[in-house]
């Protein structure tokens, strides 16, 4: 299987200094500082690039579940909420995903997104922090 590869630098003190994430690809570089990540200064942040490698996933996975079951999805739209608490910690991961999935009974879809939802390998590697998810069927 792949092996992917990101990598960060970090120069100065916690409060003063900042920093520079860059996906190996070279799609996404950035800088990030104290600001961007425990308040809103700008820049980006681990936990953003964790929600987009949640969300990812998921639309990915939940795709291939539901391929699986002999649906066609037009669309999965998910969005992660990535809870920085107290520590710092990640307490929650909040996932609300749209989609458009033609015939398919509300039901099936809930326990297809639940599946997609503990079995993605990012909610995998992540099983510490709790993960919610809100799943809508559009029609």
């Given at each position: 299987m792949a092996i992917r590869t990101s990598s960060a630098e970090w120069r100065?003190?916690?409060?003063?200094g900042?920093?520079?994430?860059k996906l190996g690809s070279g799609a996404y570089e950035g800088p990030f500082t104290f600001?961007?990540?425990?308040?809103?200064?700008?820049g980006t942040n681990p936990e953003e690039l964790i929600g987009a490698a949640q969300a990812g996933c998921f639309s990915m996975f939940f795709s291939a579940l539901l391929s699986k079951e002999g649906f066609v999805p037009e669309s999965i739209h998910t969005t992660a909420a990535v809870h920085l608490g107290e520590g710092p910690a990640i307490t929650l991961i909040e996932l609300t995903c749209a989609a458009k999935v033609p015939g398919i009974a509300e039901p099936q879809f809930q326990q297809l997104a639940e599946a997609a939802k503990n079995n993605?390998?990012?909610?995998?590697?992540?099983?510490?922090p709790e993960k919610k998810l809100t799943a809508t069927l559009i029609d």
């Open positions: 100065g003190t916690l409060k003063e900042a920093g520079k994430m600001a961007s990540r425990f308040e809103t200064g700008p993605c390998p990012v909610s995998k590697a992540l099983a510490a």
